[in-house]
T-cell receptor, first 113, second 114 residues
Framework: EPEVTQTPSHQVTQMGQEVILRCVPI?????FYWYRQILGQKVEFLVS????????KSEIFDDQFSVERPDGSNFTLKIRSTKLEDSAMYFC???????????FGSGTRLTVV | GENVEQHPSTLSVQEGDSAVIKCTYS??????FPWYKQELGKRPQLIID?????GEKKDQRIAVTLNKTAKHFSLHITETQPEDSAVYFC?????????????FGKGTKLSVKP
């Protein structure tokens, strides 16, 4: 069964540093997403991406965040100047179209110290 | 923006009993309602979904019902087993923008006692 893969599985970074989280969506999917889940809380929408541009973003996705699809397979989330409250599990997801279930990656646990 | 309320936050049942989790929403434009299961430390996994043109869908021990008039949808798990223990999230497609994205409920932690 096709999978969404994310790297790294765990990232520890100093406050103020930049991190890049990487994702490889399922190859024939057209819609890509980033979600975050603070420990013990719900899954929160960050951003959606379609046709090489951002479709929607939440209030959480401020100027500190950016996404990119640098080539035909990777989809990255960059967090500039990380803060302690950015510590969370970040999930990438992809779907073949609207109104279809998302397939989530296994997540990157980001710890900001 | 759209919000989805999920109840209960925790649910404990005996093995073999049924479990029901309910979600309510406010935006009548929502037309897709998936349910995800998340085991500890793992990714959310889609277990069942329903679209607004049907009122009920069943897959073995799992069923989902949708009442568009009342704006609520529910997950039903029958003959629960210990491996059903997990956090379950309802979600809906929110058309706040042009594309739509899934908005999740706060989750229900289901514990099935052997």
């Amino acid at each position: 069964e096709p999978e969404v893969t994310q790297t790294p599985s765990h990232q520890v970074t100093q406050m103020g540093q930049e991190v890049i989280l990487r994702c490889v969506p399922i190859s024939n999917h057209l819609y890509f997403y980033w979600y975050r889940q603070i420990l013990g809380q719900k899954v929160e929408f960050l951003v959606s991406f379609y046709n090489n541009e951002i479709s929607e973003k939440s209030e959480i996705f401020d100027d500190q965040f950016s996404v990119e699809r640098p080539d035909g397979s990777n989809f990255t989330l960059k967090i500039r100047s990380t803060k302690l409250e950015d510590s969370a599990m970040y999930f990438c997801a992809s779907s073949p179209g609207q109104a279809y279930g998302y397939t989530f990656g296994s997540g990157t646990r980001l710890t900001v110290v | 923006g759209e919000n989805v309320e999920q109840h209960p936050s925790t649910l404990s049942v005996q093995e073999g009993d049924s479990a029901v989790i309910k979600c309510t929403y406010s935006d009548s434009a929502s037309n897709y309602f998936p349910w995800y299961k998340q085991e500890l430390g793992k990714r959310p996994q889609l277990i069942i979904d329903i679209r607004s043109n049907v009122g009920e869908k069943k897959d073995q021990r799992i069923a989902v019902t949708l009442n568009k008039t009342a704006k609520h949808f529910s997950l039903h798990i029958t003959e629960t087993q210990p491996e059903d223990s997990a956090v379950y999230f309802c979600a809906l497609l929110n058309y706040g923008g042009s594309q739509g994205n899934l908005i999740f409920g706060k989750g229900t932690k289901l514990s099935v006692k052997p």
